[in-house]
């Protein structure tokens, strides 16, 4: 088998020997250093595993342009991940899908990309994240009064707030290619009527019924990547389709502010998650809709859950950057004590009924100023690499061949 397939990749290489050029042809050149075709359709490919938000092709760009400056600093500075530490990494990453190194790998080479992409996208920014630690971080020191301001208890701090509408079009595997092509072309539109009238007629959502419009949301409600997706929009843009779990969400921009606030950026967010099996047949909605008469809280879950096999309520306490993004979505606009009942997983065969519990500055009982502290460092360093990036880009010689 192995000589089999041996014969076949050196026919069809021999058969196609321009495809094979073009495929490893310089698309964009940076300084020295090159980017490939093939390199931006396995970062598309992985973006899209990762379920990116965004216009993936012009995102996986940047971030290859962004890749070539950074390993250019890297290499100036003398750095280099060692295998241990690349392994470790690679091994952290695969965790926070609930994985084995291994079982991330397989799903990543079923989606068509190669473990070595996925390794040297995992050795730059490890590599680039170290960097940016040791040279910035006497810097990015916090002190006793910063974390007070934080948590609000200084005052004069403020918040950006986001009024936006929503759709979420249901996407299950039979019905995914029409989704995709109906959410394309909802985001064309800039009137706000027009996405209304569309949100009353494919939406999933509860705000169906007001044409998907939200009211004033902290952007902090939103999955970090997503926010400045968000905020990049002009009033009345939308964004490109989102891909997430069974489905594809838009969001149309209505409108940015700025106001006063003592409420700093959840460290946790508590949820419940109760499966019901149907998905979003009429059985399966009539069942969520029962249950939703039945609570106020997620404590009244555990009632509606007695007798039941104990994975089919799922209570969570998680920083928002492990909380699945779809989940994140629809987490973004409820208050506690609110449901929702519009995503599914098994292909679509089980409705998740979920109620949000609540937003905590801490992750633990009290208030916990070491996980505030660690927040705002992180903030700091994420602006001096920013700023370097900006700086290193700016001096650089980017063409495309």
């Not at 500075?77 to 952290?92: F, S, Y």
């Not at 940015?256 to 059985?283: D, T």
């Not at 209570?315 to 519009?342: C, F, H, K, Q």
């Not at 609540?358 to 927040?375: H, K, N």
Request: charged share 20%; with cysteine; glycine share 6%.
């Amino acid at each position: 088998m192995r000589v089999l397939i041996s014969a076949i990749a050196t026919t069809l290489a021999l058969m196609t020997p321009t495809y094979a050029t073009a495929q490893f042809a310089p698309v964009i050149t940076v300084n020295d250093s090159v980017v490939s075709e093939f390199e931006i359709d396995q970062r598309i490919i992985m973006l899209r595993t990762f379920r990116t938000p965004g216009n993936l092709e012009d995102l996986a760009r940047e971030q290859l342009i962004e890749d070539r400056l950074k390993l250019e600093a890297l290499n100036n500075a003398g750095l280099r991940i060692t295998d241990e530490g690349l392994l470790e990494a690679m091994e952290e990453f695969a965790a926070r899908a609930n994985l084995s190194l291994d079982q991330f790998i397989t799903v990543l080479a079923q989606s068509g990309v190669s473990e070595e992409t996925f390794r040297d996208f995992v050795r730059v920014n490890v590599s680039w994240r170290d960097f940016i630690r040791s040279r910035f971080s006497d810097r990015a020191q916090v002190s006793e009064a910063d974390i007070d301001q934080a948590l609000g208890q200084s005052g004069g701090s403020s918040r950006i707030e986001v009024l936006l509408s929503e759709i979420i079009i249901p996407a299950p595997p039979p019905r995914a290619q029409a989704a995709i092509a109906t959410a394309t072309r909802i985001a064309q539109l800039t009137s706000t009527s027009a996405f209304e009238a569309e949100a009353r007629r494919v939406s999933a959502l509860p705000s169906r019924t007001r044409g998907g419009r939200l009211d004033w949301l902290p952007i902090t409600n939103y999955p970090a990547g997503l926010r400045g997706l968000l905020l990049d929009l002009s009033p009345g843009e939308v964004t490109a389709p989102i891909p997430i779990t069974n489905g594809v969400a838009l969001f149309q921009m209505r409108g940015v502010r700025e106001v006063p606030s003592a409420a700093p950026e959840p460290a946790a967010i508590e949820y419940a998650a109760f499966y019901i099996a149907g998905g979003l047949s009429e059985a399966g909605l009539r069942e969520a809709a029962r249950v939703d008469a039945r609570v106020d809280t997620c404590d009244d879950l555990y009632g509606v859950a007695r007798g039941l096999p104990e994975d089919q309520l799922q209570r969570d306490v998680l920083p928002p950057a492990e909380i699945p993004a779809d989940v994140a979505l629809v987490l973004a606009s409820l208050d506690a004590g609110e449901t929702n009942y519009t995503l599914t997983r098994a292909n679509g065969e089980t409705l998740v009924f979920l109620m949000m519990c609540g937003r905590s500055p801490t992750l633990g009982e009290g208030v916990d100023r070491e996980t505030i502290r660690s927040q705002l460092v992180s903030q700091r360093l994420t602006t001096y690499a920013d700023a370097l990036l900006a700086d290193l880009r700016a001096a650089a010689t980017i063409s495309y061949p």
